[in-house]
C-alpha cells in the first residue's frame, strides 16, 4: 500500500502544450512585472525631481512689515467716530475688526497691516 502512494507523490512531466502555456504565462508574468517595477521607478523619479527642484517656500506676509529691530509695529487705525471695537483677529498681515457703529449696526472691517490701510468692510445685517 505505501507503493500507489509513493508513485502518486512523483512529479509527472506535462503535456507538451501544456508546458508551453505554462511557459507563455511565466513570461507575461515577468513582463508585466518588469514594466510594473520600471513604471513605479519612474514615478519615484519625478517625485524626487519636483522635490529637488521646487521654488522655496513663501515666506510668511507678515515679513513684508519692515519694522527696525527692536521697536514694535505702531501706527493707527481709522474707524467712524462713535464705534466700539467687538473682536478683532489676526491673520497673516491682515487684521479683522468686528465693530458695532454708532447707530447699533455691525460691520467688520479687514485692515492690511503692510499697507497700513483698511481694504475691506463688511456690514452684517438681518434679512
Known amino acids: 500500500m505505501a507503493r500507489p502512494l ?11 502544450e501544456v508546458e508551453k502555456v505554462r511557459r507563455k504565462l511565466v513570461r507575461f508574468v515577468a513582463i508585466n512585472l518588469g514594466l510594473l517595477f520600471l ?3 519612474v514615478v519615484i523619479a519625478a517625485l524626487v525631481y519636483k522635490a529637488r527642484n521646487a521654488p522655496p517656500a513663501a515666506s510668511p506676509l ?16 481709522v474707524l467712524p467716530v462713535g464705534a ?7 491673520s497673516g498681515n491682515r487684521l479683522s475688526i468686528d465693530a ?20 475691506g468692510r463688511f456690514s452684517i445685517r438681518n434679512k
Open 6 to 16: 509513493a508513485d502518486e507523490d512523483e512529479e509527472k512531466p506535462l503535456d507538451p
Open 62 to 77: 507678515s515679513s513684508d512689515i519692515h519694522v527696525p529691530a527692536g521697536e514694535p509695529v505702531n501706527g493707527d487705525i
Open 84 to 90: 466700539r471695537v467687538i473682536s478683532q483677529s489676526l
Open 39 to 41: 513604471a513605479l521607478m
Open 100 to 119: 458695532e457703529l454708532p447707530d447699533g449696526s455691525r460691520a467688520i472691517f479687514v485692515y492690511d497691516i503692510t499697507e497700513r490701510r483698511i481694504v
